[in-house]
């Protein structure tokens, strides 16, 4: 089979690259625009590989996507490309929609046009909102009503509206996954785990946004490949189906145990101007992957956070010529008046 993965230079996208080639015979291709979070050095080994093709393009580009599909004839279709930072979108709301949802829809009528055995939407948790932090009893299911909170989050769910509408109206083979928030290698140093990691290392403040009691549901990244693939091979067509692995942590929680293992001190924490609309609790009930296709997470936290930690000190280079390059003046403009 032909495997066409989109946004895989990106954190997660570049994870599922290696986990297919490893686990399965078939053929990966990777279309991806190489914007900031897109880096073609993590793909390095996989370019090595006579099963990989890499090619740079935009999703939106609809000539450029039916050109494609006409010549590589994927059977099946993972879509992880995306603008992902929420901070980003409070700042420049305008690409979250061309991106994710603009080129959902894109990749969906190539998808109705040149026909394909299964397209596969990954999305995410955050188009269910937030929770209270005061009950930990509530989950998100996928019966949770979408209640978006950021331009990312609503771009999203847009996204997988049209995922829906396309199985409805057109029988398209579809599916969605809604996981929860990843951490691992490659992971772009904007994001809260790699930025506080990189920080750390190099004694610099780390930001906590507001009270850092809010609660993310943190799953590693290979586990959260590990269900795409079953999914996408043993899923029900039209079905969405959240992932997550019952690990609820607050900001504060996660930055602490980066500086007790890194032995920071804890004077480098900086609680800063809240992000605006900031929500504040996601935690995923997993039923329904678990019962149907008998997926966990493998990885516990406490041994994740080792080998990420472990990782970023032994990949200085990937990372540093990020935070020298264009990302610096994102820096600089995102937190220098916090
Ligand atoms: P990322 O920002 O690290 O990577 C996104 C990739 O998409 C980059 O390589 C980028 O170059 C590429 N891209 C962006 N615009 C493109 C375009 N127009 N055409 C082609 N490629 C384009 O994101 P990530 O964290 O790996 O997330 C991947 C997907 O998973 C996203 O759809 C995101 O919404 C979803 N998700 C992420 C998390 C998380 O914790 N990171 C959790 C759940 C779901
Ligand atoms: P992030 O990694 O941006 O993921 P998301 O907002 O999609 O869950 O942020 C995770 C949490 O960390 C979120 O509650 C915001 C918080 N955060 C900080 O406190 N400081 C930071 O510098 C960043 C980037 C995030």
Same mark, same amino acid.
């Given at each position: 089979m032909n495997i066409l993965v989109t946004g895989g230079a990106g954190f997660i996208g570049s994870n599922f690259i290696y986990y297919e080639l490893a686990a399965h015979e078939d053929k990966v291709i990777c279309l991806d625009l190489l914007t900031y979070a897109g880096n073609i050095s993590t793909l390095s080994t996989a370019m090595q590989n006579e099963k990989f093709k890499f090619i740079k393009g935009d999703i939106t580009d609809r000539v450029f996507v039916y050109d494609l599909f006409k010549r590589e004839k994927p059977d099946i279709v993972v879509n992880f490309a995306a603008e992902s930072h929420v901070d980003r979108s409070i700042e420049t709301p305008e690409i979250f929609l061309q991106t994710n949802i603009i080129g959902t829809g894109v990749l969906l009528d190539a998808c109705r046009k040149y026909g394909i055995k299964r397209y596969h939407q990954v999305s995410t948790d955050e188009v269910y909102g937030d929770l209270p932090? /005061?009950?930990? /009893?509530l989950f998100f299911t996928e019966d949770t009503p979408l209640r978006t909170s950021s331009p990312y989050s609503a771009s999203k769910a847009a996204a997988d509206l049209l995922v829906q509408a396309y199985h409805r109206t057109y029988g398209l083979p579809v599916s969605i996954s809604r996981c929860s928030n990843n951490y691992g290698p490659y992971h772009f140093p904007e994001k809260l785990i790699p930025l506080m990691i990189i920080n750390a290392l190099n004694d610099k403040q780390l930001p906590i946004y507001g009270t850092g009691r809010n609660v993310r549901d943190w799953l590693y990244v290979e586990d959260h490949c590990q269900a795409i693939d079953l999914i996408v091979r043993k899923g029900q067509e039209g079905e969405i189906y959240n992932v997550g692995g019952h690990n609820e942590k607050t900001n504060l929680q996660v930055v602490e145990m980066i500086l007790k293992y890194l032995h920071k001190p804890y004077e480098l924490i900086k609680f800063v101007t809240d992000r605006p609309g900031h929500d504040r609790r996601y935690a995923i009930n997993p039923a329904k992957i678990n019962d149907e296709l008998d997926w966990q997470p493998k990885t516990r936290f406490n041994e994740g956070m080792k080998k990420t930690i472990k990782w970023y000190l032994a990949h200085r280079d990937w990372w540093q010529k990020i935070i020298d390059g264009s990302y610096k003046d994102y820096y600089a403009k995102m937190y220098e008046d916090k």
């Open positions: 932090l /005061d009950r930990p /009893d």
